[in-house]
T-cell receptor, first 111, second 113 residues
């Protein structure tokens, strides 16, 4: 969707390194969702952020939503090969229960 | 819960044939969504339903595409006639409302030759 910009488009990191993926919207969002997709498979839900300034963590992955609810980041600490895949940010707007997506960030982790 | 169930997982068909993709949402989820994923266009929302009623079908590419939800536990996406450019992975997702998030099925990989 042109409404959600993800950066970078692809990322190659050495195992053990930290990395950050960004997702930006020009409009205020209701909810921001992060998914992971392995090649040829479905979308795995990672985290959902709905409050400005909210931050959530699960294992080595931390997601943040800015106060204006227009920008989110996904941070992976000490990356592992199991983190490899495409990370997608999705969002919906207040009053609209439909989810639209950014273009994705393809992550490769080199052992 | 078995999650969102899609069938078939893979479909190969000849151009001009009718294709029907099926989806069973999670029980209790009032919203059902159909998405298409391609390398060129990413994940696109085609149509979504609320309580079995189509709410927004603005993403449906052409009249060749149609979707139905005859009851709360079943939906179909039909393409007739199919064309090679319809080749993509089609995902179904369901939700109890945006506050609760969205759950995706494993997808149907459609190849039209």
């Amino acid at each position: 969707s042109q409404e959600l910009e993800q950066s970078p488009q692809s990322l190659i990191v050495q195992e053990g390194k930290n990395l950050t993926i960004n997702c930006t919207s020009s409009k205020t969002l209701y909810g921001l969702y992060w998914y992971k997709q392995k090649y040829g498979e479905g979308l795995i839900f990672l985290m959902m952020l709905q409050k400005g300034g909210e931050e959530k963590s699960h294992e080595k992955i931390t997601a943040k939503l800015d106060e204006k609810k227009q920008q989110s980041s996904l941070h992976i600490t000490a990356s592992q090969p199991s983190h490899a895949g495409t990370y997608l940010c999705g969002a919906d707007k207040l009053g609209a229960n439909n989810l639209f997506f950014g273009t994705g960030t393809r992550l490769t982790v080199i052992p | 819960d078995a999650g969102v169930i899609q069938s078939p997982r893979h479909e190969v068909t000849e151009m001009g044939q009718e294709v029907t993709l099926r989806c069973k949402p999670i029980s209790g989820h009032d919203y059902l969504f159909w998405y298409r994923q391609t390398m060129m266009r990413g994940l696109e929302l085609l149509i979504y339903f609320n309580n079995n009623v189509p709410i927004d079908d603005s993403g449906m590419p052409e009249d060749r595409f149609s979707a139905k939800m005859p009851n709360a536990s079943f939906s179909t996406l039909k393409i007739q006639p199919s064309e090679p450019r319809d080749s993509a992975v089609y995902f179904c997702a369901s939700s109890a409302g945006s506050y609760y998030g969205y759950t995706f099925g494993s997808g149907t990989r459609l190849t039209v030759v």
